[in-house]
């Protein structure tokens, strides 16, 4: 689940800075039918090879966060002057992986620390208690 904010949130576990929601841009010199979009992923054909962060910005109206080159090999050795980027990764400016914590491991964590040591739980679970005293007490 996404979280919109202005403000960078910290994971409630260990207070490790959220991740921003990012999607990847594949940067491609032709299109092919091999080339489909998931979710999470589009595809740009610029008409020249791009070489820097700030060229990837001139494709986006969003941040560009990171950037992945690839070089041409030959013979299994990269190629001088091939350097150009093959993808990279935009942002929205306010979108995060989540509200509350950087993973799922985390909040499961934080689920039993809270559990061991408060008596919060949800509805179900005190309907099943009240259930179960009910029933003990008439055996």
């Not at 202005?6 to 991740?19: A, D, H, M, S, T």
């Amino acid at each position: 689940m996404t979280f919109k904010s202005p403000l960078q949130p910290f994971c409630r576990y260990c207070g490790e800075p959220i991740r921003k929601y990012t999607t990847n841009v594949h940067v491609k010199r032709e299109r092919t039918e091999y080339h489909r979009n998931d979710l999470g992923s589009r595809y740009i054909y610029p008409d020249r090879d791009l070489k820097s962060k700030a060229e990837c910005q001139s494709f986006t109206n969003q941040v560009v966060v990171s950037v992945a080159y690839t070089t041409d090999l030959k013979d299994g050795d990269p190629v001088p002057g091939t350097r150009r980027v093959s993808s990279f990764t935009e942002w929205d400016g306010e979108r995060y992986q989540d509200q509350f914590f950087c993973s799922g491991e985390h909040a499961k964590n934080f689920g039993y620390v809270l559990a061991r040591q408060t008596s919060y739980a949800m509805q179900p679970y005190h309907d099943a208690i009240a259930k179960q005293k009910t029933t003990k007490e008439t055996v």
